[in-house]
């Protein structure tokens, strides 16, 4: 089982960005998917989630109304975009899968699967 994270890039503050996650060696059946981020010295934090069924969307505070999460299940992939960025969403961005509960959505060991990373960098 593999995720395979793509898109990050140098952006400047105010720009945009699209995130993919692509999943193979499985499907992800009934799997929520998360993208978390770790900036350098800093655990790694929540940023979205999505539920199988793409009704159920979850954001950390500091995305809200900039990043949308959504997901493509016969492609069996999911995608961050993330517009207005700003110099403090600098990080690894990392896709996650697993059989997770609404209230555990934000904890990253709830997750199985773990892709290998995307850098995002936001500077002038």
């Known amino acids: 089982v593999q995720l395979q994270a793509s898109g990050g890039g140098l952006v400047q503050p105010g720009g945009s960005l699209r995130l993919s996650c692509a999943a193979s060696?499985?499907?992800?059946?009934?799997?929520?998917m998360g993208w978390f981020r770790q900036a350098p010295e800093k655990e790694r934090e929540f940023v979205a989630a999505?539920?199988?069924?793409?009704?159920?969307?979850y954001y950390e505070d500091s995305v809200k109304g900039r990043f949308t999460i959504s997901r493509d299940n016969a492609k069996n992939a999911v995608f961050l975009q993330m517009d207005s960025l700003k110099p403090e969403d600098t990080a690894l961005y990392y896709c996650?899968?697993?059989?997770?509960?609404?209230?555990?959505?934000?904890?990253?060991?709830?997750?199985?699967?773990w892709g290998q990373g995307t850098q995002v960098t936001v500077s002038s």
């Open positions: 999505i539920g199988w069924s793409a009704s159920s969307t």
């Open positions: 996650a899968a697993g059989k997770v509960l609404i209230p555990s959505r934000a904890i990253p060991s709830k997750y199985d699967y």
């Open positions: 060696g499985r499907t992800f059946n009934g799997f929520g």
